[in-house]
């Protein structure tokens, strides 16, 4: 129509609310701390380190008994030997990585855990060693653990339901150390595998890349090269219950083709 006139749209800054600068919102403003309670915070936390602090540095958590779990008497007494100097450390103190870097240098143990007891006790937890096999290296025997970890000297002709392994003189042995794999520690952690085997191994030896485990009974069990041992295990375990008359070894060094003869291809025993 001729005498109207158009509505115009609403300019943009029409729509657009201006918020108050530089306050906070009455809502908001509430739940803000007070400086007074920022104050009163900030000194609680003083307080707390101040008393964390005083206590590091007190008799108050002094570490005066040692308890030691999960292993034998013999294990146990060789593990609080070790740590007998940490005897008066604050327990707030203590130096968690160096303690079970300590204790896991003793011979026997293979792993441990510990925990503060306050105010007083130090409380720890190992799991020992297995042992797996006696290692002869000429006239001196040694207890080989599982992994191939040599354990502690032993007399001669004692532990006889172990394995034995042996080594050339000139093979280093020492308590806490682990054998080279070519020289007892590659035997040693396959003997680990067969801890459940049916029959008692005499001997275990690696000869020229070859694994051989020579029985009680003078069968001489052969694995070829030290891998798949725990399948190799199970066919020999199968193998020994079919044996021929006469049979002196199995060969399993290929697990789907077992073999048994009366003449060994390899040089078992040590």
Known sequence: ??????????HAGAAVATLPRGRASPALARFAPSRRSLLVGLGLIVL??????????????SVGRIEVEGAPAAVRTQVRRAVAPLV???LLALDGAALVRRIETVPTVRSATY????????????????????????????????RGRVLFR??????????????PRATAVDAGAFLPPAAGGIAARTLALALR??????????????????????????????TDVRLKLAVARRALAALPPGAVYVDV??????????NSK?????
């Open 115 to 146: 925990d503060r007891a306050f105010p007083h006790t130090l409380r720890i937890r190992v799991v020992p060693e297995v042992p797996v096999a006696v290692l002869h290296r000429g006239k001196e025997t040694w207890l080989v653990s599982a």
């Open 88 to 90: 008066g450390t604050n």
């Open 154 to 167: 032993i007399p001669n002709l004692t532990l006889g339901a172990l394995a034995r392994i042996w080594v």
């Open 1 to 10: 129509m001729a005498g109207k006139r158009r509505a115009q749209p609403p």
């Open 197 to 226: 085997f049916p029959a008692r191994i005499a001997t275990a030896s690696l000869a020229h890349g070859l694994l051989v485990f020579r029985l009680r009974s003078g069968l001489a069990l052969e694995l070829g090269e030290p």
């Open 266 to 270: 390899l040089s078992a025993g040590g």
């Open 48 to 61: 707390a380190v101040g008393a964390y602090a005083a206590a590091r540095e007190s008799s108050a958590f």
């Open 253 to 262: 060094s290929v697990p789907g083709r077992p073999v048994a003869g009366t």
